[in-house]
Structures are given as C-alpha cells and as structure tokens.
C-alpha cells in the first residue's frame, strides 16, 4: 500500500479499514499527516461544501448522577460544584431570543445522565426553543427511552447523541468506571432505528490503539442515520484522578483523527469541542463546532469556550442569574480568515457586533 496512492483513492471514494488504520501508522510525522490534512479538506469541500457551522449550547440543565463520575470529568476534580438549572418557560423564551440575536440558528440541550429526569426535563425544553425557531439536538447520555426519542423526532429535534468515547471495553471500564458501555450502544441502536439522526463521539488519547479507533469509526459508519462525528482529545483537569497517570496527547492527534474520519464518513458533519485550536480542525476537515459560539451560563460560571477570550466576547444578561456567553465576534473570524464561511445570520450579527463595540463600519463585513 503507498501513501500517496491512498490519498488519492481517498480523493473519490470512502476509505476501508484496512486503509484508515494504514493512514494512523503513516500520518506521525508533519509531512505526511498535512498531506492528510490536505486531502480530508478537498473532500469536505467536495461532498460539503465550504459552509462551517457553530451551534450554541445550553447545558447543565440535567446533573450527571454517574457514580463514580467518568475520570477526566469536572465532575471528579475537588469542589466540583454543578450549576443547577432553574430557568421557567417564559425566561426560556427570552434565552432563545437572545441566541437568535447571535446568529445562532442550532443550539445543544442536554447536560449528563440521569435516567429519572431527562427525558421529561429535554423533552419540555426541547418544545419552548422549537417554537421559538430554533434548531435544536439533545446530548444526555443513556438516559432515554424509546418514547422519548419518538417524542423528540415529532417535535423535530435535528439529532440525539449517544457516546462512546472508547469501544475499547477495558478502557471505557478503566476511564469510566461508573458508566455503561452496552446502555450507551443501545441508546445509539434505538436513535438510529427510529430515525432519528445519531450523534457520537470518540475520545482520543486515553490509552486506545489505533486499531481501535478504526474498530470505532466503521461501527459508526454502519448505522444508517448516522449524523455527526464528534472527536474529542483527553484534557486532565487538576487534581483529577487522572493527574500524574496519563500524558495527554497533541491537539495533532484529535486532527489526524478527524482526516482520517473525514476520508471514511464524506459527507457527514464533524465536529471538535474545543474553539482555542479551531483553525487547526478546518485543516483536518471539520465543519462544525459547539462551545465556539454562544453559550449559557451563570454569570462568572465555568465556560469551555470563553477560558481563553479576552477581547471580543458578549456577555448578554437573560436575567435570574444567567447570561449568554458569546464568542462568536472571534471564532466566526477565525473561521472565515481559515477560507471558510459561516451562516448568514452568524456573518450579520458578528458585523453588528463589531460595529457597534467599535464605531469602524468597515468591520461590518467581519
């Protein structure tokens, strides 16, 4: 098998497993995986075109009851204290609005896993942002039923997530000891069987091989509603159990692995939750983020997008103690200095934006 053969194949047509785990083994060094790089973004323009969309998250709206939590969790660090959720239906209106003010059209509800209460508690959120024009997907973990994925795709929610992070049965055990495997497949099997689009994520450098991460990617790739890939990279929180056990791995390790995704899926949206290296990512061919737009949030809460903005973020006050973090005056520049576009609605208020914090119409055109 040579390299630049592959590359090319991969040009027109899905790569097989026996051509992913060959592009794991070959892509260590820079030379090699930009040439990756460089294929995995002529088939996202080819088969997605040049849009890149960044969707809005309100989460923490269901507390995780994993125990003991997953260990590269917040959840797991000293002091750790949830947020707590306490939003009535009118205010949640009033939050969709200032979303919609954003630009953003799609926002992410969810929060973690609790069996009890999230499929109520999503479904009655999932109902007030769908009638206020938003497009919506759900992200709790293995926490529903059958009944509530039905009720969710009648009031036309976008996709449902269910995760894995690992395949790999005793490194899923050894990082959540807490969680199931099995429960998460079969969430994933009820979200695909009743047609409903499927997210899933894949978690790199926790001790997988790269076997194992072709292993994952072609389950994925067999269920038929497959939607969004979502690769996620290790990152150990201080004084977490994980602190002092494991090396995280580069930001270049997730990008190998969204390439490599790319060249398997086409046509699908990929997606890496982390704004800070969002350049790098439309290298590797993503084309979609969360946590890079707007998001909410207590006021002064812990905020995965807004730790390393400085200057450019929005902070709008929906009252009760929330507001809407938005980052969106940054990321969408980014996004657009790295040869992509972003939605309409995004582009516009992002000028407006500028704008008016700054007086220079010439931003307009951000």
């Given amino acids: 098998m040579e390299f630049e053969e592959t590359l090319q194949i991969a040009l027109d047509r899905a790569i097989t497993r026996e051509e992913a785990l060959f592009l794991f083994k070959e892509t260590e060094e820079p030379a090699k995986y930009l040439k990756l790089f460089e294929a995995a973004t002529a088939v996202r323009e080819k088969e997605c075109g040049n849009l890149f969309r960044l969707d809005g998250w309100m989460g923490s709206n269901i507390e995780c009851k994993i125990d003991p939590p997953c260990r590269y969790c917040r959840r797991a660090t000293p002091g750790y204290k949830w947020e707590g959720w306490n939003v009535s239906a009118g205010q949640l209106k009033e939050i969709a609005e200032a979303f919609k003010g954003t630009g953003t059209t799609t926002v992410e509800i969810g929060g973690g896993t609790n069996p009890e209460d999230a499929g109520p508690n999503v479904i009655g959120i999932l109902k007030v942002l769908r009638e206020s024009g938003l497009d919506i997907w759900v992200n709790v973990g293995p926490a529903l039923e059958e009944g509530h994925i039905q009720e ?54 926790i001790g997988e091989s790269y076997q194992d991460r072709v292993d994952h990617l072609f389950y994925l790739s067999g269920m038929e509603n497959f939607y969004q890939l979502a690769v996620s990279w290790l990152k150990v929180h201080p004084k977490s159990p994980l602190e002092g056990t494991i090396i995280p791995p580069s930001p270049i390790e997730a990008a190998r692995t969204v390439a490599i995704g790319r060249l398997i899926f086409r046509d699908v949206h990929i997606n890496v939750s982390d704004p800070q290296h969002i350049q790098l990512w439309i290298m590797a061919g993503a084309n979609r983020m969360v946590h890079a737009g707007a998001s909410l949030h207590e006021k002064g809460g812990f905020s995965i997008g807004g730790q390393w903005v400085s200057t450019g973020a929005e902070h709008i006050d929906v009252g009760n103690g929330y507001e809407v973090m938005n980052i969106l005056p940054v990321t969408a520049r980014y996004i657009m200095d790295a040869g992509m576009e972003v939605e309409p609605t995004v582009q516009k208020a992002v000028g407006e934006y500028w704008e008016s914090a700054t007086g220079d119409a010439t931003m307009k055109a951000v």
Avoid: Q, Y
């Fill in 152 to 205: 969710m795709k009648r009031l036309g929610v976008e996709s449902i997530t269910s995760s894995f992070e690992t395949m790999n049965e005793e490194i899923f055990k050894k990082i959540k000891p807490g969680d199931s495997l099995e429960k998460r497949k079969e969430l994933a099997h009820l979200i695909n069987d009743n047609g409903v689009p499927l997210i899933s994520v894949i978690m790199v450098g």
